[in-house]
């Protein structure tokens, strides 16, 4: 990263404690030693399609592969509007997104499509740094959280506001395709 500040964290799993204790403690460390939280607002669990691509390209499943990849758009997609929608209600704005994605052969296969996607909504590249120097991200919710929780769902949270209701589609079709 040559000069660059590579001092970012994101928490595996977005876990950063169950309790509060653990919470405030990892902070601390990080902050001792110079890190910076890498926030996500949206994630639309991208890993979970490496393993079934795989095996239906073992299979040469065509028709299971273009179902994986309407899959992969429609859940990219969702989770874009839900994100959207949840940052109006919690800041009254919108704000500079944080997107997680993992490295993965169906990951390269979609990322053409997936940038596709981010144009067509209107979203536009910019680097973690300059994302998190959106004010939304120097408010700390302080809430634990057992994993998975993006900002978004921790501020909520912290604010009592409700999730905005979405149609979950369920991982384990994922899970038993081209078995």
């Known amino acids: 990263m040559g000069a660059s500040d590579w001092h970012w964290l994101r928490f595996p799993f977005l876990r950063e404690g169950d309790t509060l204790e653990k919470r405030r403690a990892l902070r601390a460390f990080l902050g001792e030693h110079g890190y910076k939280v890498a926030e996500v607002?949206?994630?639309?669990?991208?890993y979970a399609y490496n393993d079934p691509y795989a095996r239906c390209v073992a299979r040469n499943d065509a028709a299971a592969?273009?179902?994986?990849?309407?899959?992969?758009?429609?859940?990219?997609?969702?989770a874009l509007s839900v994100a959207q929608q949840e940052a109006r209600r919690i800041y009254g704005r919108d704000v500079?997104?944080?997107?997680?994605?993992?490295?993965?052969?169906?990951?390269m296969?979609?990322?053409?499509k997936l940038m596709e996607l981010l144009q067509q909504g209107g979203f536009g590249l910019?680097?973690?740094?300059?994302?998190?120097?959106d004010p939304a991200y120097a408010i700390d919710p302080d809430v634990p959280s057992a994993g998975g929780a993006t900002l978004l769902d921790l501020?909520?949270?912290?604010?009592?506001?409700?999730?905005?209701?979405r149609a979950e589609e369920r991982l384990t079709r994922l899970d038993a395709l081209c078995r």
Do not use: C, N
């Not at 607002?41 to 991208?46: K, V």
């Not at 296969?109 to 053409?112: D, G, Q």
């Open 96 to 107: 500079k997104h944080v997107m997680l994605l993992h490295v993965g052969g169906f990951q």
């Open 41 to 46: 607002t949206l994630s639309f669990d991208d």
């Open 155 to 165: 501020m909520r949270s912290a604010r009592g506001i409700p999730a905005t209701p």
């Open 126 to 133: 910019v680097t973690l740094e300059e994302a998190q120097r």
């Open 65 to 78: 592969l273009d179902g994986l990849a309407e899959s992969y758009l429609s859940r990219a997609s969702q």
């Open 109 to 112: 296969i979609m990322l053409p």
